[in-house]
């Protein structure tokens, strides 16, 4: 992984309440100090002398508690903690409830070459955003070759050789309503643990698509912003592959295919292409069925169970027709000996 | 397989024209040919793929070819970066 250095942690792009509302106070030459763990620090203990298993490599937070113990260190003129903290390479300092660093601890960061951040939020809101952004960055990836759509709300990745129709059926597909994610490369992080999130290997590239004929395309531009869409969840690949007449595709659909993707299993189905064949209707229904199958209804499933159940209702039917017509004949008889 | 590293020597990079170029001469061949950069590994056919890995000037590309035809492809593609892609003079 490219290193991810604290100018990169900077300029996260994160919104809302993901926002980290990080800015530089001081230090900047440091900023290309690399975060190697994705872990914080409140740094309390240490700044009281006691430096045992402290944490060098983890960003450290300095929240009121810290500030209140840095003004005190000030006031006392007593810099040995902060100095022995700057002796060992800390990838940065950040400062929330936007406190300012002490001129002491400002003087002796900046001699040891360490940036100090500051935020608004406090502390603790803080850490948990950090942890999350932190964890994302830090979470196992891989940058597949294959396209990333949004249909109906399920996250395909339509996987397959080049020039096989993977982004003329994802284009289709933005034609009738549905969501581009990223057309070639497509950058996969695992996230939370079992979460495929799937985006554009370079966002700043914005949407684009490679048309054999065509050339690239510009998605947003052409189809409306209401095409496209950052990051989705992958839920279901669809495997494009030029139909082979000596294979055997799956006819039923009974028995589901995964693919492991960074240790997480996706339904995995393999769809044969050929002319005439139309690709982003069957991605669609594909997508349509994946929810079904969520909601918990199986369709090649419960149509297996209908048709089992069909053939014994049909088989006690016919035995109780046979018997029927056996005690009708006898009793036909009985009556005939009667009336003789 | 071959692998090889090939180095962008041409001053804009690779831009839309170069991977053009690339993608063409690699959907010549019928090997699987992927080229990589730090950890991300593209597949040579795709022109978006090749556009996004953002290979500027001086980029050192990791090249992988397997298939029927590896020596050629792999030639062919080194030539391509070696030639500055035809922008200036080698």
Same mark, same amino acid.
């Given at each position: ?153 399920? /996250? %395909?990745?339509?996987?397959? $050789? =080049? ?7 994802? @284009? &289709? +597909? ?49 189809? /409306? %912003?209401?095409?496209?869409? $950052? =990051? ?7 495997? @494009? &592959? +030029? ?67 069909? +053939? ?29 | ?90």
């Amino acid at each position: 992984m490219k290193a991810f250095t604290v100018l990169d942690l900077l300029s996260l792009d994160l919104k809302e309440h993901n926002a980290l509302d990080l800015t530089c106070v001081g230090g900047r030459p440091g900023l290309t100090r690399e975060i190697r763990i994705p872990d914080l620090n409140r740094p309390g203990l240490a700044l009281s002398g006691f430096y045992d298993k402290f944490g060098f490599d983890r960003i450290q937070i300095f929240g009121r508690g810290e500030t209140a113990y840095l003004e005190k260190l000030e006031v006392e003129k007593n810099t040995e903690t902060i100095e022995q903290l700057f002796r060992r390479d800390v990838p940065c300092v950040i400062f929330t409830h936007a406190l300012e660093p002490t001129p002491d601890f400002r003087r002796i960061a900046e001699e040891s070459g360490c940036p100090l951040l500051q935020t608004d939020l406090p502390s603790s809101e803080f850490s948990s955003r950090l942890i999350r952004a932190l964890s994302n960055v830090f979470a196992p990836h891989e940058t597949i070759h294959g396209v990333l759509v949004e249909v109906f709300g399920i /996250g %395909v990745l339509i996987l397959g $050789d =080049s020039g096989v129709g993977k982004s003329e059926a994802a @284009l &289709e +597909l933005i034609e009738r309503g549905h969501r581009l994610v990223a057309d070639d490369a497509v950058d996969i992080r695992c996230v939370a643990g079992n979460i495929l999130l799937g985006a554009g290997a370079n966002q700043a590239l914005g949407h684009h698509m490679e048309i054999r004929g065509l050339g690239i395309i510009n998605v947003t531009h052409l189809f /409306g %912003v209401g095409a496209i869409r $950052d =990051s989705k969840q992958i839920q279901m690949i669809v495997e @494009l &592959e +030029l139909w082979d007449s000596n294979k055997q595709y799956d006819r039923i659909g009974a028995e589901e295919h995964t693919r492991d993707i960074l240790g997480v299993k996706v339904p995995d189905l393999q769809v044969p292409v050929k002319p005439g064949r139309n690709v982003p209707i069957i991605i669609e229904t594909a997508a349509m069925n994946e929810r079904l199958k969520k909601m918990g209804y199986f369709s090649a499933k419960e149509f297996n169970q209908s048709v089992l159940k069909w +053939l014994e209702s049909e088989h006690a039917r016919n035995a109780y027709f046979q018997n029927r017509d056996i005690l009708q004949r006898d009793i036909h008889r009985e009556s005939d000996q009667e009336e003789a | 397989m071959i692998e090889r590293e090939v180095t962008v020597t041409n001053r804009a990079g690779i831009h839309a024209r170069p991977a053009a170029m690339i993608v063409q001469t690699a959907s010549r061949y019928d090997s699987r040919i992927m080229l990589g950069k730090d950890n991300e590994e593209i597949n040579a056919k795709s022109i978006m793929g090749i556009i996004t890995l953002g290979a500027g000037y001086d980029t050192v590309l990791n090249m992988k070819v397997e298939g029927p035809d590896e020596q050629e492809a792999a030639d062919a593609l080194a030539s391509l970066f070696e030639n500055r892609f035809q922008e200036e003079p080698a």
